[in-house]
């Protein structure tokens, strides 16, 4: 079986050694094109939340797990809320890539300016005042009441003195409180404040615990389709009667509300396999019927004053992409980069494809050719021998001969290259005719 490989038509041995430094050379550009032109997406990314027992953080553990599935690591890292949030994406060492933040928080300007972009709005979050004590109709009764509106670092604070702006209010004509929501909830339950604003989806555990805690009222925005005119970032929704305990009908009566809608922001330079998988999980997460929604209605790339982030729109406009529709993340997006290497290899193979053939051409038959050498260098020997050496070197030749022939047989060549060998082997035999008959030739003169 060995004799038989020995006698084929192609050198695969040869093939590789001579496409070798092409195929290198190949594989290095390749290499460099499919890192610099398109990396890899992250494995870990950081999502700034909310406050404690806030929607915002919750829903950052679904992302967390959503991305999860897809081998994305998501760390949360609490905040006071929108505000904060927002300042963190526009501070390069805060470390944080995406967040939550609520719209009217900024202006297009400074978010161009800051290199942020949306990824969509994803839910509404209405503005909830809950207080104890008389039924108020206007927000012109808060007058000289203690009100909880929030930490500065939340967009509520800034949001509920517009409100209180529109209505002529002076904010010194109300105690404004500062305190976090976990901590204003029991100063409101323990009647230390008369009353507290959130701004959350109502999925936040405190706002489902304040719409069943008797004694605490919800304020009813009987205006809230004035409001949402004066204020385009702000939408007029309506809770309604019976969505909380449909046994116990509460609430009892439909309440108007007006509420800013939430917006995943994230740095403009954030990988476009990432903006695509945060995508389809805020589908997930937010495309189901809520309180406020219709199903399919959010998320949206609509009601965010933020430039959406254009795989962003790729995406609500024509869906998924194909590959990711029923491949895994990491596989649909190595195969959907693949494009690198398809124009690298498309640049090099062509030229490559000239110089591969004449250079195994060349390594096969520098097999042959370097005997050459040898036997030139026997002829060379045998020319100009004096007389008195020459039975030593002639016979010493005709062994040299018989050792290179020997090793010329055991050379191991594509049939298609054989006449090179043939030649190779008849060129010996006609130096050993030559070193034979000066041999004879000495033999027949010494008698004479």
Request: aromatic content about 8%.
């Amino acid at each position: 079986m060995s004799r038989l490989l020995r006698f084929t038509r192609f050198s695969l041995r040869d093939l590789m050694v001579a496409a070798a430094p092409s195929v290198i050379a190949l594989a290095a550009v390749c290499i460099l094109a499919y890192w610099l032109v398109d990396p890899a997406p992250p494995s870990s990314i950081t999502l700034s939340t909310g406050q404690e027992n806030s929607a915002y953080e919750d829903f950052g553990r679904q992302y967390a797990a959503e991305l999860a599935k897809a081998g994305i690591t998501v760390k949360l890292k609490p905040s006071l809320g929108s505000r904060e949030n927002l300042q963190r994406l526009q501070d390069e060492d805060s470390g944080v890539d995406i967040a939550f933040v609520q719209s009217g928080t900024t202006e297009t300007a400074e978010a161009e300016k800051g290199g942020l972009v949306s990824l969509g709005s994803l839910f509404t979050e209405p503005v909830w005042l809950f207080y104890r004590g008389r039924t108020l109709g206007s927000l012109t009764q808060l007058r000289g009441l203690r009100i909880n509106a929030g930490p500065e670092g939340s967009g509520v604070p800034a949001l509920f003195r517009k409100l209180l702006s529109v209505n002529g209010i002076e904010p010194e004509q109300i105690r404004l409180g500062d305190l976090e929501n976990t901590p204003a909830t029991v100063a409101l339950l323990e009647g230390r404040i008369d009353g507290l604003v959130f701004s959350s989806a109502p999925d936040a555990p405190l706002i489902q615990m304040l719409l069943q805690t008797p004694g605490v009222k919800l304020f009813d925005f009987a205006q809230a389709e004035a409001y949402s005119r004066r204020f385009p970032f702000l939408s007029h929704v309506v809770l309604p009667r019976g969505i909380v305990d449909l046994g116990k009908n509460r609430p009892a009566r439909d309440y108007h509300l007006i509420a800013p809608t939430a917006t995943l922001v994230a740095r403009e330079d954030l990988h476009p396999a990432l903006v695509d998988l945060l995508v389809q999980s805020a589908q997930q997460i937010h495309g189901g019927a809520g309180w406020f929604r219709r199903r399919g209605e959010f998320p949206t790339p609509s009601y965010t004053e933020i430039p959406v982030a254009p795989a962003a729109q790729k995406i609500y406009k024509n869906g998924p992409p194909l590959l990711q529709r029923y491949l895994p993340f990491w596989l649909a997006n190595l195969l959907e980069r693949m494009w690198v290497l398809v124009v690298a290899l498309g640049a090099l193979i062509l030229p490559l494809s000239r110089i591969i053939p004449p250079l195994y051409v060349w390594k096969v038959r520098s097999r042959i050719y370097r005997w050459y050498g040898q036997l030139r260098a026997v002829e060379q020997s045998i020319e100009d021998v004096p007389e008195e050496r020459r039975s030593q070197v002639y016979p010493e030749q005709l062994r040299r001969l018989a050792d290179l022939e020997g090793r010329v047989n055991r050379i191991s060549i594509p049939l298609s290259f054989a006449e090179e060998l043939y030649g190779l082997r008849s060129h010996i035999d006609l130096v050993r005719k030559r070193v034979r008959w000066l041999m004879e030739g000495r033999g027949k003169a010494e008698p004479g």
